[in-house]
């Protein structure tokens, strides 16, 4: 099985709600990710969690908040957005093999959460 | 730093007919190569990836790509297509050693027409 699954699929917010994003994944994997992506563009990687502690932050503002509680589930805790901030949200996962250094593993997105901030 | 590039906004070919998406890469030392496809409204779905070995990677739903070295591309090709293939195709890359993350190329929509 190779599904990750992410809810809700659909979130509209005013810019002075909180909201979060949550993502589970029951393969195993130890590398999970958080993409946000515009339409018809590639994703752009927002923040990589190995073995559930933070590695990656791709200098994204903090009103973008992630949160690894255990080794199935990835939140994205959301504050203060902005319109420009409306995108797809994916979520993914991949085996983490620390020995070769990289998150080169293969990846598996969730379906994502489309955001949008009014 | 490594890149992608996938030339072609958009590929139009007709139902039935053999179809290519074109992918090159630049990465120092050897590549990581994968095409993931996406349909609208949808997440990215793995449809294959190169690691090492064998030039000719073959994926799911019939299709294949085929890694070339000295031309470092990394095109993807299925000998019919489908009206159902019509989607968004990334190529993306990683070098195979050192601290990186995939880098995804643009991407390139394909429209099969019936």
């Known amino acids: 099985d190779t599904e990750v699954t992410q809810t809700p699929k659909h979130l509209v917010m005013g810019m002075t709600n909180k909201k979060s994003l949550k993502c589970e994944q029951h393969m195993g994997h130890r590398a999970m990710y958080w993409y946000k992506q515009k339409a018809k563009k590639p994703p752009e990687l927002m923040f990589v969690?190995?073995?559930?502690?933070?590695?990656i932050n791709e200098s994204v503002p903090s009103r973008f908040s992630p949160e690894c509680p255990n080794s199935s589930l990835l939140n994205l805790h959301l504050h203060a957005l902005q319109p420009e901030d409306s995108a797809l949200y994916l979520c993914a996962s991949s085996q983490d093999r620390r020995s070769s250094g990289g998150y080169r593993e293969t990846q598996y997105f969730g379906p994502g959460t489309r955001l949008l901030v009014l | 730093a490594q890149s992608v590039a996938q030339p072609e906004d958009q590929v139009n070919v007709a139902e039935g007919n053999p179809l290519t998406v074109k992918c090159t890469y630049s990465?120092?030392?050897?590549?990581?190569l994968f095409w993931y496809v996406q349909y609208p409204n949808r997440g990215l779905q793995f449809l294959l990836k190169y690691i090492t070995g064998d030039n000719l990677v073959k994926g799911s739903y019939g299709f294949e790509a085929e890694f070339n070295k000295s031309q470092t591309s990394f095109h993807l090709k299925k000998p019919s297509a489908l009206v159902s293939d019509s989607a968004l195709y990334f190529c993306?890359?990683?070098?195979?050693?050192?601290?990186?993350?995939?880098?995804f190329g643009k991407g390139t929509m394909l429209l099969v027409s019936p």
């Open positions: 993306a890359v990683s070098p195979n050693s050192g601290y990186s993350t995939l880098t």
């Open positions: 969690y190995s073995y559930e502690k933070l590695s």
């Open positions: 990465v120092s030392g050897n590549p990581y």
